[in-house]
């Protein structure tokens, strides 16, 4: 399009280029040639005069072409994200020759085939170095990390030369076990370093640590906590509970992100402890892992919702077997939370589940205050681990004021393979719902007879 209508590209300020996105889901998109999208962007970029952000999200670093006609033509420019694949960075990059940014971000995209070996983080180029030490001091946001740390991992131990006083976003990773079992990198026990670092940068309210710990759990403490009353602006927070056990954590944290890693029942006395000093805690993203789906986890999960009653957006997630039971046990804590607006439920699936809209219908009886549900069933061996997603807005009866409908989005891989997508509105019934194991029992006479049914087709065509 912009090739066609060029007069377009002078009133851009933002460009995102995404060819062969991960995040294409369910269906993927079609392979893109790089090279020619490179091409295309190069002989645009004259025309970019108002370009301020750029943001590559490709397969491999784009050519370094593009970044040398960026910095030429596109003299506006001062955010850059881009994310690298298998190839090496080359220190010459005019990737690296930019100044003046407030925002960078080079990170290495999902889905870069893994191995079973610890990896040595990678050395990044001085050239880097130099450009946002010594020439971006207005840098306001900055991520180095990684979200295939098997496969490629950033040495950012460099971090702590920095002295970037409008810092307000950092998102560093990865951190975890290295090869001796201590915790990494290095900056860690670097005598206080980073800490140093963090207690300097007062303006940061966001701030990202990337975690992964692959065949063991993260230890029950750390001497990497969050230094405390040195980040009065910090609203968000992704990491592991344990870097908020320091009394008192910050008390500014709106948002917080905990899907590092999952959380087992024998730590949950810790996580609520955590969570009960957050006074200002609105939005909780949490990851638990049940041992037992058959055992009583009402105590568990009850537990987690008063520690923050003042939720109005919780997505829990749960990606081993969550069937019925457990399910029935998390909705009926949904009352702890008064103030919830969003809820969101990512979960291991089964096939003789029940479906995602029953599933927000009984979600919205046990909390019909909601406005918004979300549905999600992971799949390891799925495209982005996921089978299928819905979205439910809520639509109230203008009289009563109460829930009467959800507007339903779904979409995602069918059962015999394939991808879908619908649109459709759901009447919500406030009357009790039917014994559980009833529903059950009924549905796997339906998921039966479709299996047969199947069968019986694949016999006639093979006898046929």
Same mark, same amino acid.
């Given at each position: 399009?912009?090739?066609?209508?060029?007069?377009?590209?002078?009133?851009?300020?933002?460009?995102?280029?995404?060819?062969?996105?991960?995040?294409?889901? =369910?269906?993927?998109?079609?392979?893109?040639?790089?090279?020619?999208?490179?091409?295309?962007?190069?002989?645009?970029?004259?025309? $970019?005069?108002?370009?301020?952000?750029?943001?590559?999200?490709?397969?491999?670093?784009?050519?370094?072409?593009?970044?040398?006609?960026?910095?030429?033509?596109?003299?506006?420019?001062?955010?850059?994200?881009?994310?690298?694949?298998?190839?090496?960075?080359?220190?010459?990059?005019?990737?690296?020759?930019?100044?003046?940014?407030?925002?960078?971000?080079?990170?290495?995209?999902?889905? &870069? =085939?893994?191995?079973?070996?610890?990896?040595?983080?990678?050395?990044?180029?001085?050239?880097?170095?130099?450009?946002?030490?010594?020439?971006?001091?207005?840098?306001?946001?900055?991520? #180095?990390? !990684?979200?295939?740390?098997?496969?490629?991992?950033?040495?950012?131990?460099?971090? &702590?030369?920095?002295?970037?006083?409008?810092?307000?976003?950092?998102?560093?990773?990865?951190?975890?076990?290295?090869?001796?079992?201590?915790?990494? =990198?290095?900056?860690?026990?670097?005598?206080?370093?980073?800490?140093?670092?963090?207690?300097?940068? @007062?303006?940061?309210?966001? $701030?990202?640590?990337?975690?992964?710990?692959?065949?063991?759990?993260?230890?029950?403490?750390?001497?990497?906590?969050?230094?405390?009353?040195?980040?009065?602006?910090?609203?968000?927070?992704?990491? *592991?509970?344990?870097?908020?056990?320091?009394?008192?954590?910050?008390?500014? &944290?709106?948002?917080?992100?905990?899907?590092?890693?999952? #959380?087992?029942?024998?730590?949950?006395?810790?996580?609520?402890?955590?969570?009960?000093?957050?006074?200002?805690?609105?939005?909780?993203?949490?990851?638990?892992?049940?041992?037992?789906?058959?055992?009583?986890?009402?105590?568990?999960?009850?537990? &987690?919702?008063?520690?923050?009653?003042?939720?109005?957006?919780?997505?829990?997630?749960?990606?081993?077997?969550?069937?019925?039971? =457990?399910?029935?046990?998390?909705?009926?804590? $949904?009352? $702890?939370?008064?103030?919830?607006?969003?809820?969101?439920?990512?979960?291991?699936?089964?096939?003789?589940?029940?479906?995602?809209?029953?599933?927000?219908?009984?979600?919205?009886?046990?909390?019909?205050?909601?406005?918004?549900?979300?549905?999600?069933?992971?799949?390891?061996?799925?495209?982005?681990?996921? @089978?299928?997603?819905?979205?439910?807005?809520?639509?109230?009866?203008?009289?009563?004021?109460?829930?009467?409908?959800?507007?339903?989005?779904?979409?995602? #891989?069918?059962?015999?393979?394939?991808?879908?997508?619908?649109?459709?509105?759901?009447? *919500?019934?406030? !009357?009790?719902?039917?014994?559980?194991?009833?529903?059950?029992?009924?549905?796997?006479?339906?998921?039966? @007879?479709?299996?047969?049914?199947?069968?019986?087709?694949?016999?006639?065509?093979?006898?046929?």
């Amino acid at each position: 399009m912009l090739r066609e209508r060029r007069h377009l590209c002078r009133y851009i300020r933002k460009l995102a280029v995404r060819p062969n996105y991960y995040l294409a889901w =369910p269906r993927p998109d079609d392979y893109l040639d790089e090279e020619w999208v490179v091409e295309m962007l190069e002989s645009l970029s004259g025309s $970019l005069t108002l370009l301020t952000t750029f943001d590559w999200d490709g397969l491999e670093l784009p050519s370094d072409r593009l970044w040398g006609a960026f910095q030429a033509r596109c003299k506006a420019l001062r955010s850059i994200s881009t994310n690298v694949g298998r190839h090496p960075l080359t220190p010459t990059s005019s990737l690296f020759k930019f100044s003046n940014l407030t925002s960078f971000s080079i990170i290495a995209r999902h889905g &870069i =085939p893994t191995s079973d070996a610890n990896q040595i983080p990678e050395e990044l180029p001085d050239e880097f170095w130099d450009m946002i030490l010594q020439r971006c001091p207005d840098l306001e946001e900055l991520a #180095i990390c !990684t979200f295939s740390p098997t496969a490629r991992l950033f040495n950012f131990d460099r971090i &702590i030369e920095g002295s970037w006083p409008s810092l307000h976003s950092l998102t560093l990773g990865s951190f975890g076990y290295t090869s001796d079992f201590s915790l990494g =990198p290095s900056a860690l026990a670097n005598d206080g370093a980073f800490d140093d670092f963090l207690k300097d940068h @007062k303006a940061l309210k966001y $701030l990202r640590f990337l975690w992964s710990f692959r065949h063991f759990m993260s230890p029950d403490t750390l001497s990497f906590t969050l230094p405390a009353r040195s980040l009065p602006a910090l609203t968000t927070f992704t990491g *592991i509970y344990q870097q908020l056990a320091s009394a008192p954590s910050p008390q500014a &944290i709106e948002t917080l992100d905990l899907t590092c890693e999952p #959380i087992y029942q024998s730590r949950i006395n810790a996580v609520c402890a955590v969570l009960r000093g957050l006074p200002n805690l609105t939005s909780l993203e949490i990851w638990v892992h049940l041992f037992d789906s058959n055992r009583d986890h009402t105590t568990f999960f009850h537990n &987690i919702m008063a520690a923050c009653p003042g939720l109005t957006d919780l997505h829990f997630m749960c990606t081993n077997s969550f069937t019925a039971k =457990p399910l029935k046990q998390l909705v009926s804590g $949904l009352h $702890l939370l008064p103030k919830l607006k969003r809820f969101s439920l990512t979960k291991g699936h089964k096939y003789l589940d029940e479906t995602m809209v029953e599933t927000a219908s009984r979600i919205l009886r046990a909390a019909p205050g909601v406005k918004q549900i979300n549905v999600r069933w992971a799949r390891e061996r799925c495209p982005n681990h996921l @089978k299928q997603e819905g979205t439910y807005d809520v639509v109230c009866d203008e009289t009563t004021g109460l829930p009467a409908s959800m507007v339903a989005v779904e979409k995602g #891989i069918g059962l015999v393979g394939g991808s879908f997508s619908k649109s459709f509105r759901q009447t *919500i019934d406030f !009357t009790p719902s039917a014994d559980w194991q009833a529903s059950v029992a009924k549905r796997s006479k339906v998921v039966r @007879k479709r299996v047969s049914s199947m069968l019986s087709v694949r016999s006639t065509v093979v006898y046929g």
